[in-house]
Nanobody
Framework: VQLQASGGGLVQAGGSLRLSCAAS????????LGWFRQAPGKEREFVAA????????YYEDSVKGRFTISRDDAKNTVYLQMNSLKLDDTAVYYC?????????????????WGQGTQVTVSS
């Protein structure tokens, strides 16, 4: 599956952004879809994921209650609604696809990666 992320930008702390990731290819609906991020000087980390059925969602602790992941299989798109953004949320955000992966919070479960989209939170 091919992935194309969009929606990043510059936002003030406390603001909101919605990231989108359009997927194309075969059997997109069978893919778990996730978001990861990488801040300058840091390793890439898990943010959120949604299972291929859309029923299971997973979040990194620091974004719980602020971020919401969802998928629209009719549009082959996964979204990340980010509210109450903090300075620490500044990073390049990547979407990824996992075919038959179980532990969607683990990077090794993913076999497809999109290009990143920059999110910058200012004070």
């Amino acid at each position: 599956v091919q992935l194309q992320a969009s929606g990043g930008g510059l936002v003030q702390a406390g603001g909101s952004l919605r990231l989108s990731c359009a997927a194309s290819g075969r059997a997109v609906r069978r893919y778990g879809l996730g978001w990861f991020r990488q801040a300058p000087g840091k390793e890439r980390e898990f943010v959120a994921a949604v299972g291929w059925s859309g029923g299971a969602t997973y979040y990194e602790d620091s974004v719980k209650g602020r971020f919401t992941i969802s998928r629209d299989d009719a549009k082959n798109t996964v979204y990340l609604q980010m509210n109450s953004l903090k300075l620490d949320d500044t990073a390049v955000y990547y979407c990824a696809g996992s075919f038959n992966g179980d532990q969607l919070w683990k990077q090794y479960e993913y076999d497809s990666w999109g290009q990143g989209t920059q999110v910058t939170v200012s004070s």
